[in-house]
């Protein structure tokens, strides 16, 4: 009647302690669902199991596959709990009739692994990040959504496609053909000290503040906060893998820069000149610096990630970020940068 988690060809058991499920994070602010008897209860919703490779569900003859790349830790099992919830809301009137079988693919499988030859798995449904998407419609691994959408206006009478982010067209729609849709999006939030800013006598940022806001202006106030309590400590940027390169591309994109675009490469672009700018003087002036190695001040993660090693590394070697050494250290991915690119112009 619930999900049960497996490592690999061992059944761990339905979710309880004693099987060893582990309570998420701040599971008791999850919305409740219709088939929950009590919130807290133990389920396959508020509850992971640290050493799951699949969870299963039902028992009946029509199977049904689906990956997602987040793996069972205590930031990442909060996703795969949630798909578990939907998924169990979706189908618990039918486990005599379906197997659901919820893989942890990992990111690099969800993105690129071989499906549907041979004998390779053919999962039906596929949680990925929009970037993986193009690899997959190249590869004939994505179908045609169009008549499922239309299904759902004839039932709704109204169209689902409404309800998607306005990029979505860009991302999910090719040669006249939904391949995907959104499922989640991950935000980044900038956070500041009210009572700091009070202080010194600054204006409010939005939408506090009644004055228009630039990340020059940022800057100049990241600055001046270091300036005047210490090197660094105008700007925690509580980064961890790639953030700080979103972090980037949130300030490039506020200027309608590009990365790629019809085969140009934006990198030396006017807009990110002006990110790569902005970025030197945060470094060179001492104005940011990573967040430190403490329970209450770690990211948005709420205590669980570290403080970005390669972000640590730039911060600390005085690395120029527009001009970075050929591997290492600006990379957690332990994989050596190139100065050439290849693009498939097909």
Known sequence: SDWVAWHDGRELGPPSLAAGWVPLPRADRYTQVAWEVEVGQTNGYRYYHPLATHYILGGGPLA????????DTPFDAAVCANFRGALYTLYRKRLSEVTVKLVNSGWDNVGGAVICHGSQPCPNLILLGDTQLPARVASRNALRLNERFDDYLKVHMRRLQDDFPSLAHYQYYDK??????PLLMDLRLLRFNKTALVAMGETLPPPHGSRSWTWEDFVDLVCKISRRYGPGLGLRAMSHFDEDFKYAMLMAQSRGAYLLQNQTCGLRGEGFRKVVDLWRRL????????????PENLTYWHGVSPPGEALNATLVEHLDPSNPPPQGALSEYGKETSSEVEINRD
């Open 64 to 71: 049904i596959e689906v990956w997602q790349p987040f793996g």
């Open 176 to 181: 006249y053909s939904w391949r995907a849709m």
């Open 283 to 294: 470094i060179h002036e001492q104005c940011v610096s990573p967040g430190p190695w403490i």
